[in-house]
């Protein structure tokens, strides 16, 4: 073992110490993490206290009395680094730079896993990894955020952070145009098998894009970036869902390269639905009830694709690329009964319209993403240039058609189909640079821009008595808008009077807007974001933090397409264009505790207030005229600025392993108020609460059940209704844990969850009963192949043919 600057320095500190350094492959200098560094009092024979290294290899063990220690440092892999009589005085002991040399033990096909906890909270952002969770295992990204604490998802695949629907959503750290078209489509195109973790930033620092009131969820993919060649196979086949996905990775000393494909299909299901709507004129002298009563079918179905390579030039210069190509689409179909009454204010009936309504629908996005980057590193620890190019092409289209016919009245049939295909494209170039001043300091600068676009048009075809259909050129447009948003950023990491670890930073955004559509002018305008988060470790055990960030939120593709949903008449849905961005105010107080049996807590209060908040926003019309033709009995559902929102909540989150049993539990509160200039202000209270249990059976024999439930949400206009589901799963791992067979069963005892969802305005209530079929059965299958050879590069340019196992290379 090489143990380099191990000269032990001293800092001039008063109270307790700490032990401090960075380990490191030996053959490679890349930073080793998750190694477990393990303190020990002289002669005991099991450690007292301990941490594991974070992304860049670096680890502090804090809070340590004066005295005589000795260290040891593991990684799986490896040969154990030992390092005697450490003295901690006055303040403490740099170990420097720990450099790991390979284990000589020849692996051949085996595979070496290291398991991360569940959930890791750090300074910035909280981890879920999902390696081990069990109920999620043949489901989609959707299964994983359901479990995912701060996080909620009703049963549409609605995503809330902490409350707020307003999340920038990426993939391995950067953003795809798959997100633009339908975010819940999206999110149930990408299998869970291929998730690696989820990673929740509720407060991001100033390197991060000022773009998400709610904060970002950063999606991170498998890889694997070992020497040799390896790979995976993941299937799944249930009553509900089914997927594939394989993986295959190769490298060879200093290039590495990766593919993998996946796909998955949510089988046609069938909801059932029940419309009551009570509307009155603006005279006042007509009230009309509508009634709408029938089924309506759905499927999904999705791929992704992609290909990466790794490429370490010289010890300080790496270079990485990817491409990679998704698709989703959807399809339905309905059958609708509708009674339409029209009656005077003392309820005397004089007009009764019977109808039946048949509609279909699609939509589908398909997005190419592409990515470079080049990252340089310095003799100076720590000292890192980074430059980053992407870019993404998606493209979108949707297609309704409907058709009434009247069963009384005499009335011709009406109906029209509606094409809209659009294209977006994103494109990012960004410069990073890091450099730590001290061991207390390290500071970050940065500018980036980002070139937005999307163009589509809307093609209207409506229905003649003929039965035939004619072009309907008033309701046949295109519709074009762009986005640049120039921005550069300065933060900085340190410690404040030796109690507080912190980071402030400042970004700067100026947005140029264009957009192609009559009376639409949007003006340019700037952004200073500020954030800053402060934790104090009580003790070794235990830490808190403050946190604030400015945020906004610019809307997207789907909130801005000007294109008219007509597939129902009597309930239309539309983007707006005239959207302004909302501006968001987000603290947080933080808390967490570790204890010796390895369970742990977590607690974490917030804050926000959101201005021109951007919400749903429905409006009902007696008569409502879109381009020359009018549709009666109408409720007209856009986005819009309502006004102001603030929520306040605090959520809970605790693990405890007895035994071979680990029980963890999630509980969210919160309560948000609902401000229009026109409007009354609506409060309402809502929570979150989830269960999970596992047991470890022998013979590799792994059981989970998991059950969560959300309560529904008083909102501006009415009620979002609750969501309770329960999942039950087993794992059964075989030939030398390389290959399992795994059950799962999702709400097994009950075929559908009954969703009821109220919505009212100045002139009308409704009412919403959905039965949306929930129940499914699965059964999954993976497997892991492939010969390991972990070569030294360096070795193996000597001619010699020892092995060993480098580390991940930490997302470069």
Known sequence: MILSGSNLTSFAQGGKGKISGKVVDAASSAPVDYATISVYKQGAASPFNGISTDKKGNFSVNNLPEGTYKVTVDFLGYQRQTIDKVVVKNGGASLGTIKLAASQTALKGVTVTANAPIVENKIDKMVYNTANDLTAQGGVAIDVLKKVPQISVDIDGNVELQGSPSIRFLINGKPSSIFGSSLADALQSIPASQIKSIEVITSPGAKYDASGTGGIINIVLKDNKMQGMNGSVNLSAGTRLENGSVNLNVRKNSFGAGMFFSGNEQLNTRSYTDNNRRSVNKSQDTVTTLMQSGYGGFKRQGYESGLNFQWDITKYDNLTGAVGMDHFSNSGDGLINQQQQMLSPSGALFNNLLSLRNSASNSGSTSTDWSLDYKKTFKKDGRELELLYTSSYGKHSSYAMQQQNYLNGGNPSQGAISNNPGNEHETQLSLDYTDPFSDNFILETGAKVTFESLSNNVITDTLLNSGSYINNSFQTYGFNYSRNVYAA????????????????????????????FQGVNIPDYSTWAPSFVLSHKLDKTQAIKFAYTYRIERPDYGDLNPFYNISDPHNISSGNPYLKPEIGHNYELGYNKSFKDGSNFMASAFYRSNTDDIQAFSTFYSTLNIGGTPYSNVTLTQRDNIGKQTGVGLNLFGSVPAGKFVFRSNVQLGERTNSSPSLPSVTGFAYRVNLNASYQFPADLLAEVFGNYNSNQKNLQGTRPGFGFYNIAMRKQFMNKKASIGLTAANPFAQYVSQTATTSGTNFTQANLRQVPYRSFGITLSYKFGKLEFKNKDENNNNNNNQQVLPPDNGR
């Open 489 to 516: 950023y300065l933060s900085g990491t340190f410690k404040l009077f030796n109690f507080f670890d912190g980071k402030a930073g400042l970004r700067y955004e100026r947005t140029n807007t264009t957009a192609g």
